[in-house]
């Protein structure tokens, strides 16, 4: 009995332990959505922007973070946002203390936004790969909603994209990739996490769809992407680069 109960915990630390090529290095998203004020269009909101940056100057406030704002375009329902505010942080430590600070200090400026949220969205993202062309005024970035396969796993997931972008990359490619997933705020029940798919600029967004069309469909490395999820309800948006990090 002894040798048998030894053979079973031996055979359940095989099948429950799974070594892993890549290991993902977090950061914390916050995505602000909704629709503009009465009289107001996305030059208001890009002008808030600028006074947005200033003021986080002045309150030494998140200097590691980015921010940007999404414009929709290849949408199924354009009705739904007038815009995406986007804001990248190194770890929830920072996100969360900062944020602490924003709701004490900034309800004067807070007020002077043109444009009301609907939802917010807080994320835990996975980079698995990032341009190595500077960000222009203009990029461009796709969202996906992707469902696991069965029995495979979020990390699992993430080794199959990290060994597509190597490959894609020998291919010229220059696309930036994210894993998006335990969302506070939104309705995750018909998707397991969200695929990002982004670009320096609006030409290397085509350029690299070209790329992968011409270089990259029917490889072994692309057709893995299909083993492990199934993705839907594409959504493109246009991207102004706002704040980049003094770190990070």
Do not use: H
Not at 176 to 183: D, E, N, Q, T, W
Not at 213 to 238: F, V
Request: net charge negative; with cysteine.
């Amino acid at each position: 009995m002894r040798y048998l109960f030894i053979a079973f915990l031996s055979l359940s630390a095989f099948l429950f332990s799974e070594e892993y090529e890549f290991e993902p290095v977090p950061n914390k998203a916050e995505y602000f959505s909704g629709k503009f004020n009465e009289g107001k269009n996305m030059q208001d909101l890009e002008l808030w922007a600028k006074e947005f940056v200033e003021w986080s100057e002045d309150n030494n406030w998140r200097k590691s973070s980015i921010t940007s704002i999404f414009t929709p375009f290849f949408n199924d329902d354009l009705s739904d946002v007038d815009y995406v505010w986007l804001n990248i942080l190194p770890n929830a430590t920072e996100q969360y203390s900062s944020l602490g600070y924003w709701l004490k200090n900034s309800s004067e400026f807070w007020a002077t936004m043109p444009a009301t949220n609907t939802r917010v969205v807080d994320v835990w993202q996975w980079p698995i790969s990032a341009p190595s062309s500077e960000p222009t005024d203009q990029g461009m970035v796709r969202f996906s909603r992707c469902k696991l396969k069965e029995g495979v796993t979020l990390r699992k997931a993430f080794d199959v994209y990290k060994k597509f972008a190597i490959k894609a990359k020998s291919e010229g490619d220059n696309m930036g990739r994210k894993i998006l997933f335990g969302p506070s705020g939104v309705d995750d029940s018909n998707f397991d996490y969200v695929y990002s798919l982004y670009a320096s600029s609006m030409k290397e967004f085509g350029e690299s769809a070209d790329n992968f069309m011409e270089n990259l469909a029917g490889t072994s490395e692309a057709d893995a992407l299909s083993d492990i999820s199934s993705c839907s309800n594409a959504r493109t948006y246009i991207v102004n680069n706002i704040k980049q990090a003094n770190r990070y």
